[in-house]
């Protein structure tokens, strides 16, 4: 990966400053692909697209957010005052669950498709929780995650979205109607499914990191449309 310079964002509701890193070219090495759909390829770092505010506490798209400017990733050199203040923002962050709660609660979604994305992060961001701790059993979704979990189903009514309601299910333990939405054709690599199937059959509530060997495609096949 070549690195660029930061790239610095304004919060659309408090106009505070945080900044991300660019990169002049990446690849797919390394790239992780979890049961959820979460990716992450460390040579090609993408910002968050929503980001919890690290001043107001807010949620925004960063599609929305005004941008700034750019400024060296190790504050090198500032050009003026300015410069240097937005070196010293925070990088920016994903936002908590509860805070997209929140967000979807003040009417942040205008249509059912931001309802589906935006309930997805949500998902992920409490799969964070135990993501790279293989080890760990997880635990139950509060009423507050289960009550996301039952509004995503109700987005996810799209053939293409099995895999997700699948996935939802296997959440909030109902493992019978985890293994029925997987049946027919889905548009996944054999491996995966039959790997989804068996955290089913052993009764694994968890995200899971799906091992490279199971991908036989790029990863961005495996994510519903
Ligand atoms: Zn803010």
């Known amino acids: 990966m070549i690195p660029g310079r930061d790239q610095v964002i304004a919060c659309p509701h408090c106009q505070a400053p945080s900044r991300f890193e660019t990169f002049a070219s990446g690849n797919t090495i390394h790239g992780r ?3 959820d759909f979460y990716r992450v390829f460390p040579m090609m770092p993408f910002p968050p697209d929503l980001i919890g505010c690290h001043a107001c506490g807010k949620c925004f798209w960063v599609k929305d957010a005004k941008a700034l400017g750019f400024v060296d990733p190790y504050g090198r ?3 003026n005052d300015q410069e240097w203040m937005w070196s010293q923002s925070p990088r920016v962050r994903w936002p908590s669950p509860k805070a997209i709660y929140a967000a979807i609660a003040d009417g942040m979604c205008k249509t ?8 997805l992060i949500a998902l992920q961001r409490r799969n964070d929780e135990w993501r790279d701790d293989e080890t760990s059993a997880g635990r139950p979704p509060d009423a507050d995650d289960a009550r996301n979990m039952e509004e995503l189903l109700a987005l996810s009514h799209e053939s293409e979205n099995r895999l997700l309601k699948c996935e939802i299910f296997r959440y909030l333990a109902r493992f019978v109607d985890a293994l ?7 548009p996944a690599p054999a491996a995966v499914l039959e790997f989804i199937r068996s955290l089913c059959a052993s009764g694994d509530a968890r995200v899971r990191l799906i091992a490279p060997t199971k991908l036989e495609r790029k990863p961005a096949n495996v994510v519903p449309a």
């Open 112 to 119: 059912k498709e931001e309802a589906g994305s935006t309930r």
């Open 77 to 79: 050199h500032p050009q």
């Open 180 to 186: 029925d939405a997987l049946s027919g054709d889905l």
């Open 33 to 35: 692909l979890w049961t």
